[in-house]
């Protein structure tokens, strides 16, 4: 990989598209610390860490800390990431809709529907975040419309500029803008990691546990890295299925004639499961804030620090019902098999047309179940090492979600560079 950036660095056209993402990032992180009027950013950090286990710490780790720190990119891509997601599954329920995305000019027009759906989910989630934090946090803000209203615009165009930087990234930067700013969110958290370090080991050498700490100061990075390896194995992992075409001859040529694989990623839903499961198991504790009454029984059972396991059970149950559900929507077996028999391919040992399509469907459960398994684990993992009661490695290992996306983009924007460094070293048959 650091070969890959070394010969991109080497290809004018190729470093100033690097250059110019790293540019938009630093902006971004830059503007990710100007505060939003009327808050006061470090009372609700000190407020909003007593929910870090209700989606309000789980938007405020997507957004870099903006989310408690009430800066103008509180809301970050999660408005984005929204409406591309209802987008999409309309675009599967209304025909119309479908018969855009396959089409240049109506993707066009889905993309302005979605840049128009982020900005209403903005201003309605910017909304509620203004009277979150004023109901549950008193005194943050002030009485009066003015202030709500101040809030609410600041916090809605924060989110169209994060959307702006985000496709300005697609167009002239490097990788896949959204995962940049997610990436850059979560790398963001390396700084408080290393002082965490710190203060375990300045703790363990004030108590007389000097070696203890520092021997699980090295288990947690260790486990960082197997984390990180099996991340990357699962991410490139894929079942290949044998595929071979006919020959047919067209006037006076011969087409066909080859054999080829279809690739199925084993996490062909990506990390998507994870976000939609991590929404719904941490939605009663979100309630939770606003019924304080139903404090105690969301500790006993909807908490991550719970002695039951109902939570671990519960989230395991849904990533992997969700990653069922994202491929139901994200992947066509009978399209996919209508193609093979109109380029004239087949899988060996099954007929073209339905044989064909119930094979690939059901090796792509099969692949699924597996990845869905894994994700499962990526986010039990950190709530299973809590239990150990050792803050190194509660703190030091990063979650299944943060993980993924960081090995994803890390992965993404890696094969992004070497197609381009291909195609700009590419000398033909004349050469």
């Not at 529907?113 to 909304?127: C, E, N, P, Q, S």
């Not at 165009?157 to 702006?164: E, F, L, S, T």
Request: hydrophobic share 50%; aromatic share 12%.
């Amino acid at each position: 990989m650091f070969r890959i950036f070394t010969n991109a660095w080497k290809v004018p056209d190729l470093r100033k598209k690097i250059l110019f993402t790293l540019m938009i990032i630093v902006l971004y992180r830059l503007g990710s610390a100007v505060p939003v009027p009327y808050i006061n950013g470090t009372e609700l950090a000190v407020r909003m860490q007593e929910a870090s286990s209700s989606l309000f710490g789980y938007f405020n780790m997507l957004s870099g800390y903006a989310f408690s720190q009430g800066t103008i990119f509180a809301l970050n891509v999660s408005p984005y990431i929204t409406a591309s997601i209802v987008v999409q599954l309309l675009s599967i329920a209304i025909p119309k809709w479908e018969a855009w995305s396959k089409d240049p000019e109506g993707q066009n027009k889905l993309q302005r529907i979605t840049r128009y759906m982020t900005i209403v989910l903005a201003a309605i989630t910017g909304y509620g975040y203004y009277v979150t934090v004023k109901n549950s946090y008193e005194g943050l803000i002030p009485d009066g419309w003015f202030p709500g209203l101040v809030i609410v615009v600041c916090l809605t165009a924060g989110a169209y500029i994060v959307m702006w930087v985000g496709e300005r990234i697609d167009e002239k930067g490097i990788g896949n803008g959204i995962s940049m700013i997610l990436l850059a969110n979560i790398v963001s958290r390396g700084a408080s990691l290393i002082m965490t370090m710190y203060a375990i080991i300045s703790d363990g050498a004030q108590t007389g546990k000097l070696i203890s700490s520092i021997l699980w100061v090295l288990v947690a990075i260790l486990m960082l890295l197997i984390i990180v390896t099996l991340t990357v194995f699962f991410s490139n992992s894929e079942r290949r299925l044998n595929v071979q075409y006919a020959k047919r001859q067209v006037g006076r040529k011969m087409y066909g004639g080859m054999n080829t694989s279809l690739p199925i990623k084993v996490l062909m839903s990506g990390v998507m499961p994870i976000i939609f499961a991590n929404a719904v198991v941490m939605m009663p504790a979100t309630l939770a804030l606003i019924f304080p009454s139903w404090k105690q029984g969301v500790n006993d059972f909807f908490s991550s620090q719970s002695e039951y396991p109902f939570y671990v059970i519960t989230l395991f149950v849904l990533i992997v019902a969700f990653a069922y559900f994202y491929l139901s929507i994200s992947f066509n077996a009978v399209e996919v098999s209508n193609n093979l028999k109109k380029n004239g391919g087949t899988i060996l040992g099954y007929r073209p047309g339905k044989p064909t399509s119930d094979y690939i469907k059901k090796v792509v459960n099969r692949v699924t179940l597996i990845g869905a398994f894994f994700l499962s684990f990526m986010a039990i993992f950190p709530v299973l090492l809590a239990w150990t009661g050792q803050q190194a490695l509660t703190y030091l290992v990063f979650g299944g979600t943060s993980m993924i996306i960081i090995v994803s983009v890390a992965l993404e924007t890696t094969r992004e560079l070497e197609s381009e460094i291909t195609m700009r070293h590419y000398k033909g048959f004349l050469d």
